[in-house]
Every structure is written in structure tokens, then in C-alpha cells.
């Protein structure tokens, strides 16, 4: 990753427009976790924009169950860094394994667009 994009995750996101800080995860995410899902990818993208700004970005999915559980446990207004670090974590809401949360989101809230993966494990079938 180049070290702008980096310095950018260091960054506060305070005052950072919702496209900036979209990019700044986009970027990161596709940098990290090029192996995951696209479901996954923008999930993350849409979380941390969510945790840093207090709004969704429209990418024209979603949200999905993994979206609505870090949604949980990542409240508006935290900083790039931090958003990034909990969010992308193996153990974390986005990339982590199915939890307690994730069921209950899947109870409770309309999720699309999910990974294929999380459906079958949240139907049941996996």
C-alpha cells in the first residue's frame, strides 16, 4: 500500500467528507483483504465510513447482517484509525466468524446482499 494511503488511515477523520473516508477504507480493504468476498470488502468499506461519520455510503448494497453487527458494536464518531483497526481485525464483526451478534442481526434486521457463506451458516445450511 502506498505510504499517502497509509498516512491517510492515521489521519482523524474529523470534518472528512463520507466519499473520503469511503475511499480511504476502499483502498485500505482492497489492500489487506484482496482475497475476500466483494461482500465482505464493501461491508468493511461501509462500516468504517459508518463508525467515522455517522452515515452509510451508497453502495448500492446492503446492509448486510455483517454491516448491521458492526454497526453493534462500532457507534458514530470514531476516528479512521481506529474504526479501521477494530473493523479489519480476523476476530472482528467483518471478517470475523459468525456470532451471537451476527444472529441476531439476522433475526432482527432486513440484511442484502450477503456473502453466500454467511447465509448458509446463518440458514443453517453450512
Known amino acids: 500500500m502506498n505510504a499517502a494511503v497509509m498516512q491517510r488511515c492515521r489521519v482523524a477523520g474529523r470534518g472528512w467528507s463520507l466519499e473520503q473516508v469511503a475511499?480511504?477504507?476502499?483502498l485500505f480493504i482492497r489492500w489487506k483483504h484482496s482475497n475476500e468476498s466483494l461482500a465482505k470488502q464493501d461491508a468493511f468499506v461501509s462500516a468504517v465510513t459508518f463508525a467515522v461519520t455517522g452515515w452509510r455510503p451508497s453502495l448500492g448494497k446492503g446492509p448486510?447482517?455483517?454491516?448491521?453487527?458492526?454497526?453493534?458494536?462500532?457507534?458514530p464518531y470514531w476516528?479512521?484509525?481506529s474504526a479501521i483497526a477494530v473493523l479489519v481485525a480476523e476476530d472482528g464483526p467483518i471478517f470475523g466468524p459468525i456470532t451471537d451478534i451476527h444472529r441476531q442481526c439476522w433475526?432482527?434486521?432486513d440484511c442484502l446482499d450477503d456473502d453466500p457463506r454467511d447465509v448458509r451458516e446463518l440458514s443453517g445450511q453450512g
Do not use: G
Open 23 to 26: 475511499r480511504i477504507a476502499s
Open 64 to 75: 448486510t447482517v455483517r454491516e448491521w453487527a458492526a454497526a453493534r458494536v462500532c457507534r
Open 79 to 81: 476516528d479512521v484509525r
Open 107 to 109: 433475526a432482527e434486521e
